[in-house]
C-alpha cells in the first residue's frame, strides 16, 4: 500500500457527514422529520387550514375558505382575538368560532347566563384562569345588520359573550369540518 492511500475502497464516493446530522448505522434523526412538519403545518395553518385545539368547538382539522354571503347561523367562522379578551389569549392564535345570532336575532344577557333567541347558551363567567373577564353586554340587544354574534354552549367558551358583537368584515374566513373528533 502506498503512503497516504485509504484502507477504504469507497472513500471517493463516500461523502462524510458531521457526527450531529446521523444516528450510528447512517440514520437521520427523526427530529429532522418532525421539524420540517411542524413548519409545513405551520405555514398551511395560516392560510389554507386552521388546527383547532380549543373546546368551543370539536377538535380537529378546518378548511379555510372566504367568508360567505350572507352569513347563516351556525357557520363557523376565524377572526382575530379581539383586543379586549388579548389578555386570556394569545392574539397571535386567531378564534375559531360558530355565528350565534345573525342580524334581527335577540341576544340577552339575564343573571349571568347568554340567551340567543330564547335558546340557554350557559353562564358568562367572571374570570378565566384567575384573570378578570370583560363583560361588555346587560340586558338584551337586537344583532344590527353587518354584523354577527359568535357563542358556543360549550361552557368556558371565549366568544361574543366577553368581546360583543363583530362586524362581518372582520371575519377572515370560513372553516369548514376536515378531520374532527371530540
Request: aromatic share 8%; hydrophobic share 45%.
Amino acid at each position: 500500500m502506498k503512503p497516504g492511500a485509504s484502507v477504504d475502497t469507497h472513500a471517493h464516493v463516500a461523502r462524510m457527514r458531521p457526527a450531529w446530522t446521523t444516528r450510528p448505522g447512517g440514520r437521520r434523526p427523526r427530529s429532522s422529520l418532525v421539524l420540517g412538519v411542524l413548519v409545513l403545518a405551520a405555514v398551511l395553518s395560516t392560510r389554507w387550514v386552521r388546527l383547532n385545539v380549543s373546546g368551543s368547538l370539536p377538535y380537529g382539522l378546518y378548511r379555510l375558505v372566504p367568508v360567505p354571503q350572507p352569513l347563516p347561523r351556525d357557520t363557523i367562522v376565524l377572526l382575530p382575538v379581539p383586543e379586549t379578551v388579548q389578555h386570556v389569549w394569545s392574539k397571535w392564535v386567531p378564534l375559531l368560532k360558530p355565528v350565534a345570532a345573525v342580524a334581527g336575532d335577540a341576544v340577552c344577557s339575564t343573571a349571568g347566563r347568554l340567551f340567543i333567541n330564547g335558546e340557554d347558551y350557559g353562564p358568562i363567567l367572571r374570570t378565566a384562569h384567575g384573570t378578570p373577564l370583560p363583560h361588555l353586554l346587560q340586558g338584551c340587544f337586537v344583532v344590527q345588520e353587518g354584523e354577527v354574534f359568535l357563542a358556543s354552549p360549550v361552557m368556558h367558551s371565549l366568544d361574543s359573550r366577553y368581546f360583543s358583537f363583530v362586524r362581518i368584515s372582520a371575519l377572515t374566513a370560513h372553516a369548514i369540518s376536515v378531520l374532527t373528533w371530540h
